[in-house]
């Protein structure tokens, strides 16, 4: 009987909308596309939907859902995007694990994954737990059923993490063979230490936890997962399949041969990845050369019977352990030579200040109003995911001990700078080439949002001493100074306040005939009273409206007015 094969795309992008607008602005470098979620979800998420497999003479034989024949994880903050920009790409996903549970003995190929793509093992404890906690419940949201497996952002572990996860139902994990540290026969005392990722990667593991826990993990076939990313070997799908096939190590139905890579190989990285997938998911399947499985499917038939322990803080992106996502470890993307990232110790120091700065503030404030804030804290996802008076209300019951009264946009402002301050540790802040990459200015902005509420909530100045510490970090582009010059001329421009959004509102109103109620971006706009006028090329425009952010429930009464003169 054939071995089996399951093939995993990690299919994530970093957070990228205006923290202020709730919605992505138009990136540039994305050409000939808005920005780069829509450029990627046209080169990779959405071929993969639909994927076409060809004759030999180059007709279409078939059209395939990739996902629904792989293992995927999806990050939430993506999911969030494909649903409001992209809900037929959406909806294909959702639907792939439905799929996938029917073919898979009830097992769905989808993978939760923490939340915003946190380095956990430099996180702090409570955050890892929102982290994980707001993944599972974003999964159960939008797959409608309990998640079995979790991806660990940069597949970074910690035993504390792992831990926290078996807490809260997770079974099993994937992670590089070179984070095996030693393995031995469940039941025996002898450990076998692991060199160079030396570890047998056909057969699942279980790492024992404190608690006297357990949770599986599956260790990927690094050399073929990295001539699939990296050594071009999606140029043919049947190359592709032939060189899974050549993972077995003997014959039978117990041994698995995985990869894992990102799922933005497929289509973004490599084009036509998608082609070449599709192929060799068909070709294995045809004539019962391997059978396609996904994890939780072959960990309920092969229940672990190896133990293994894996190298604390350790992440397949990085060859010492986590400390890309801190210090200048040397690793970086090879595209500028020269370059140092000495930008990124003070970039997290400043971050790290930050946040402890205003927890203590934050928990003062937000204890009066909350029977337990960090509680709170990890239920605020459902609020995110559903932002209706209903779900609203519902947290209020829960979490507040009376009435809302008006205390309502207080307790949604605290929530809301906990979630900018867990966003701004979003991975890709560090894991490019400079400071002044859009990934890192992205963090920048969570920071200058959580600033911006802590001022509002707590009345301190912390921006000064922020950017005295960001100015530590030197750009390795002359012009663009340090991370406080980059702050100054990226992020300050960035952020919006209700007379900011007035004036867009009048503007806009010169040329766009608006309702008397209407939305822009994440606030609702009643308007009380409006006048337009024309008088050749030239318009004006006065009148009064009340905005109200649907974040916060923030709301003011503004009387704005414009001139357009015409062309000159």
């Known amino acids: 009987?054939?071995?089996q094969v399951c093939i995993h795309g990690h299919f994530y992008q970093p957070p990228r909308e205006n923290p202020w607008l709730e919605d992505v602005e138009l990136q540039d470098s994305a050409y000939p596309y808005h920005d780069w979620n829509e450029r990627i979800c046209a080169e990779c998420y959405e071929p993969n939907t639909a994927s076409r497999i060809l004759s030999g003479d180059g007709w279409i034989r078939k059209i395939t859902n990739?996902?629904?024949?792989?293992s995927f994880n999806f990050g939430p903050t993506l999911l969030s995007w494909l649903e409001t920009n992209k809900p037929e790409v959406y909806r294909a996903v959702i639907d792939s694990d439905r799929q996938s549970r029917e073919q898979f003995d009830g097992h769905g190929s989808a993978m939760a994954q923490a939340y915003n793509h946190m380095i956990l093992p430099l996180a702090k404890g409570r955050d890892k737990v929102t982290q994980i906690k707001w993944g599972i419940r974003d999964f159960i949201y939008r797959f409608g059923r309990d998640p079995e497996g979790m991806w660990l952002p940069e597949t970074a572990v910690d035993t504390e993490s792992l831990a926290i996860m078996a807490q809260h139902g997770i079974r099993f994990t994937v992670l590089s063979p070179y984070q095996a540290r030693r393995w031995r026969p469940s039941g025996e005392e002898t450990w076998r230490d692991v060199a160079a990722g030396a570890i047998d990667t056909t057969r699942v593991y279980e790492v024992r936890l404190p608690d006297e826990r357990s949770i599986a993990v599956f260790f990927y076939n690094g050399e073929i997962s990295r001539a699939v990313a990296f050594e071009r070997l999606l140029?043919?799908?049947?190359?592709?399949?032939?060189?899974?096939l050549g993972g077995f190590t003997a014959e039978g139905p117990d041994q698995l041969v995985n990869i894992a890579t990102d799922g933005e190989t497929y289509?973004?990285?490599?084009?036509?990845?998608?082609?070449?997938?599709?192929?060799?998911l068909d070709y294995l399947e045809a004539g019962g050369r391997a059978r396609l499985t996904n994890y939780a499917a072959y960990l309920a038939q092969h229940p672990p019977v190896h133990t293994v322990e894996v190298f604390e803080g350790s992440a397949w992106s990085c060859a010492h352990g986590v400390e890309r996502w801190y210090r200048d470890c040397g690793c970086a993307s090879g595209m500028h030579p020269g370059w140092n990232q000495a930008w990124r110790t003070p970039l997290r120091q400043a971050l790290d200040w930050l946040r402890d700065t205003v927890a203590p503030l934050w928990e003062d404030l937000a204890r009066p109003l909350l029977k337990d804030p960090w509680a709170a804290r990890d239920d605020y996802i459902d609020v995110v995911l559903d932002r209706s008076p209903q779900s609203r209300?519902?947290?209020?019951?829960?979490h507040a001990p009376g009435e809302p009264g008006g205390q309502q946009s207080t307790v949604w402002k605290l929530m809301e700078l906990q979630r900018h301050a867990m966003l701004m540790y979003t991975s890709c802040g560090w894991f490019f080439d400079d400071i002044s990459g859009i990934e890192t200015v992205q963090v920048m902005k969570y920071a200058a949002r959580v600033?911006?509420?802590a001022g509002d909530l707590f009345q301190v100045s912390l921006e000064p001493r922020f950017l005295e510490m960001l100015a530590e970090a030197r750009s390795n582009v002359p012009q663009y100074g340090s991370g406080a010059d980059i702050f100054a001329n990226f992020v300050r421009p960035a952020m919006v306040d209700l007379p900011k959004l007035g004036a867009h509102?009048?503007?806009?109103?010169l040329f766009d005939a608006y309702d008397e109620e209407s939305h822009v971006y994440c606030y609702r706009v009643r308007r009380r009273d409006h006048e337009n006028r024309q008088a050749g090329a030239a318009r004006m425009t006065a009148g009064r409206a009340v905005f109200t952010s649907e974040i916060t429930g923030d709301a003011a009464d503004l009387t704005y007015g414009a001139v357009y003169l015409g062309n000159p």
């Open 66 to 70: 990739n996902y629904a024949r792989m």
């Open 267 to 280: 289509g973004h990285h490599h084009r036509h990845g998608d082609m070449a997938l599709a192929y060799a």
């Open 235 to 244: 140029e043919s799908g049947e190359r592709f399949a032939g060189r899974l």
């Open 505 to 509: 509102y009048a503007i806009c109103s």
């Open 1 to 3: 009987m054939a071995g």
């Open 451 to 453: 600033i911006q509420l």
């Open 393 to 398: 209300r519902r947290f209020w019951e829960e």
